[in-house]
């Protein structure tokens, strides 16, 4: 089954860091664009980041930009996303997908993007 796994999710306390992985299983990584997304108790998801498929174009919603950095090692089939200066309103399920590209609608259109994981609960909490 084609599908994304994330991992690295834990429990900090605000101020910390975390970084998340997506790993591909039975595919490529490199023909995708991969968006992170992520959803709170009672409330829709949202998006975080998206990254092109060569790494040579990210995006952040605004809550995420000057504090997490999107990055991708296609060698190892893997997307990344560190998270610092964390704050509790960012503790949520995080997911990947993947689409052909970000798009100019990727933080909007969580339902054009495929493959989702399980997700990776992070939790901000002193």
Do not use: H
Not at 35 to 47: D, H, L, M, T
Not at 62 to 68: E, N
Not at 98 to 122: I, P
């Amino acid at each position: 089954q084609v599908q994304l796994v994330e991992s690295g999710g834990g429990l900090v306390q605000p101020g910390g860091s975390l970084r998340l992985s997506c790993a591909a299983s039975r595919f490529t990584l490199d023909y995708y664009a991969i968006g992170w997304f992520r959803q709170a108790p009672g409330k829709e998801r949202e998006g975080v980041s998206c990254i092109s498929n060569s790494g040579g174009s990210t995006y952040y919603a605004d809550s995420a930009k000057g504090r997490f950095t999107i990055s991708r090692d296609n060698a190892k089939n893997t997307v990344y996303l560190q998270m610092n200066s964390l704050k509790p309103e960012d503790t949520a399920v995080y997911y990947c997908a993947r689409r052909y590209s970000c798009g100019s609608s990727w933080l909007t259109n969580a339902a054009d993007f495929g493959s989702w994981g399980q997700g990776t609960q992070v939790t901000v909490s002193s």
